[in-house]
């Protein structure tokens, strides 16, 4: 999926701004937008603008793969139980 350019409006309690944030989806372009909303202000739309010559005003939105804790690594089991820690049995 490539990266497209979208105008999000965010209005707030000083009136509304627009700000461009790189995105693959719209929805995710409100992800990126949120980033940047300052206290107040919600998102009140959101349109994909051409992407030639844009300058975008905010970083692309995290994927949820990124933002989840991962899981520790673990050490490979030995399955003859040759090398277990007696003390974890």
Known sequence: MSMRF?????D????RREIVVP????VQAGDAAAVEARP??????ITEVDS???????LPPTTQTA????????????RD????DPSRT
Do not use: W
């Open 40 to 45: 107040g202000e919600a998102i009140a739309g």
């Open 23 to 26: 995105s693959p989806t719209e």
């Open 52 to 58: 030639e010559y844009q300058h975008a005003d905010a």
């Open 12 to 15: 707030g309690p000083h009136g």
């Open 6 to 10: 979208f105008k999000v409006a965010l």
């Open 67 to 78: 933002q989840m804790p991962q899981p520790p690594s673990f050490e490979p089991v030995d």
């Open 81 to 84: 139980r040759t090398n277990l």
